[in-house]
């Protein structure tokens, strides 16, 4: 199974709709927030992906009535939390994202807000930031990110935005 994780698009729907171009066979898509314009675009534009796209409010998705986190069963066997991370402390520490994914008896954690790429795992969970696909913030090129889980396990990474 293929998972496509996308954060902090900001009105840049081209760099939206480039990663679903790449990935039009990913079993899901999740985008984590600030980009809800683009995302609502994408929909009408891509229908047939409507069904496999999950929504995550981030902090610049001013007026937006979608979820703010949310725990996904979409990987048969594993269970995947969801959310922006402005409510989660990212920027200092993933101490409350680790807490909150155990809770929800989560072994994936994904979050955006800071722009950073990153992919580690910590305390039994999978943690994955695919970093900005418009504007980021560690000297890197614009990225998104994957989940690879097979019978062998869990792989996580990213990816530059063409």
Do not use: W
Request: aromatic residues 10%; glycine residues 10%; contains cysteine.
């Amino acid at each position: 199974m293929r998972i496509i994780v996308i954060s902090d698009t900001h009105g840049r729907y081209r760099a939206l709709s480039s990663i679903v171009l790449r990935n039009l066979k990913a079993d899901a898509f999740i985008h984590l927030g600030d980009g809800e314009e683009e995302f609502r675009k994408l929909i009408y534009d891509f229908p047939d992906v409507a069904s496999r796209f999950h929504y995550i409010k981030g902090n610049c998705d001013y007026g937006s009535e979608r979820p703010l986190s949310m725990a996904l069963d979409i990987a048969p066997g594993h269970r995947i939390f969801a959310t922006h991370g402005h409510r989660y402390g990212v920027n200092y520490d993933l101490g409350t994202l680790i807490q909150t994914a155990k809770e929800q008896n989560c072994d994936i954690a994904l979050y955006g807000h800071t722009h950073v790429q990153l992919c580690t795992y910590q305390e039994g969970i999978h943690i994955m930031n695919p970093g900005s696909a418009s504007t980021p913030r560690d000297g890197r090129p614009p990225s998104y990110g994957f989940i690879d889980i097979t019978p062998a396990g869990i792989v996580t990474n990213t990816v530059p935005v063409d």
